[in-house]
């Protein structure tokens, strides 16, 4: 199992900016993707998850509006975006898969995260 | 939404020694509880799922308990490689949430 997202952002206040996370080695359709932010010297936040069999989101009340998480099964690949960037989402952003039942999941495989920095 | 109280946010140990991390919820979770570890620079591992089940390939070293409100990681004879930040995670409702974190220092 391999999650391995993409390189470190520079981004301007105001900008788009859409991040990703590409898994192999298991069932893509199988575990929901979630994903997690870390602002710097913080601890670990919640953002939302994703089911990549149909794309179902379920997102945390302080994310929902600001984030949007996307899949494409034909390149197993998780994505988060953004329509207009702040300078308080400057952090690093983790995907991990999920394992469990329904909607008791907890996080067993993780990316190696995803520094974004915003700055004018 | 679960509001997770972890402590200590620092805790000073040294090698061999025994050491505890506890996690309170603001409502009864069960047992579904996850403990992670960090290493600054890393992502997150996942060390403790189900309140006290080891993830594979994880040293028996760590145990956790608890059920319901309170949890807690134990590390039995700390290892130098053990210094680093511990989490735990309620997955039993929307929002998912994790706790502030403990920093596991050398003393």
């Known amino acids: 199992v391999q999650l391995v997202q993409s390189g470190a952002e520079v981004q301007k206040p105001g900008e788009s900016l859409r991040i990703s996370c590409k898994t192999s080695g298991y069932s893509f359709t199988s575990y929901w993707i979630t994903w997690v932010r870390q602002m710097p010297g913080k601890g670990l936040e919640w953002m939302g998850r994703i089911d990549p069999a149909n794309s179902d989101t379920n997102y945390s009340p302080s994310f929902q509006g600001h984030v949007t998480i996307s899949a494409d099964k034909s390149i197993t690949t998780a994505y988060l975006q953004w329509s207009s960037l702040r300078a308080s989402d400057t952090a690093m952003y983790y995907c991990a898969r999920e394992r469990g039942s329904s909607g008791h999941d907890y996080f067993d495989f993780w990316g190696q995260g995803a520094l974004v920095t915003v700055s004018s | 939404v679960i509001w997770v109280t972890q402590s200590p946010s620092l805790l000073s140990a040294s090698t061999g020694d025994r050491v505890t991390i506890s996690c309170r919820m603001s409502?009864?979770?069960?047992?579904?509880l996850a403990w992670y570890q960090q290493k600054p620079g890393k992502a997150p591992e996942l060390l403790i799922y189900a309140a006290s089940t080891l993830q594979s390939g994880v040293p028996s070293r760590f145990s956790g308990s608890g059920s319901g409100t309170d949890f807690t990681l134990t590390i039995s004879c700390l290892q130098s490689e053990d210094f680093a930040s511990y989490y735990c995670?309620?997955?039993?409702?929307?929002?998912?949430?994790f706790g502030q974190g403990t920093k596991l220092e050398m003393k």
């Open positions: 995670q309620q997955y039993h409702s929307f929002p998912y949430s």
């Open positions: 409502q009864g979770i069960s047992t579904y």
